[in-house]
């Protein structure tokens, strides 16, 4: 199909009339579909938002479930790391972590 450029003339206002009707044909021809790929489209959305919150449920649920864990199920280095004091600096500060030298 050529463009008006490569006619090397421009539309005469029936050609546009009619250039105008074809268009509007084309989209309403159209117009089942669309509404039909965008229901599907909501559907799908709705589906994942479902999904997402029955995920969200089964996690908070497990971690009712499994509860602060006991003495006997914290492994030492996780003990130790509770009673290890925090590196501070001279002001009695938290020490802070110095950037990584890329050059």
Request: hydrophobic share 25%.
């Amino acid at each position: 199909m050529q463009t008006n450029e490569e006619m090397g003339r421009e539309l005469s206002p029936e050609e546009l009339d009619k250039k105008r009707k074809e268009m509007l044909e084309f989209y309403n021809e159209s117009m089942p579909y669309l509404t039909a790929q965008l229901e599907y489209e909501k559907k799908l959305a709705e589906i994942d938002e479902v999904r997402f919150k029955r995920f969200q449920i089964s996690m908070q649920s497990a971690m009712m479930m499994q509860g602060q864990p006991s003495e006997e199920e914290l492994t030492e280095m996780e003990k130790e790391a509770q009673h290890k004091p925090i590196p501070t600096n001279k002001n009695n500060e938290p020490k802070k972590k110095q950037p990584l030298r890329t050059s």
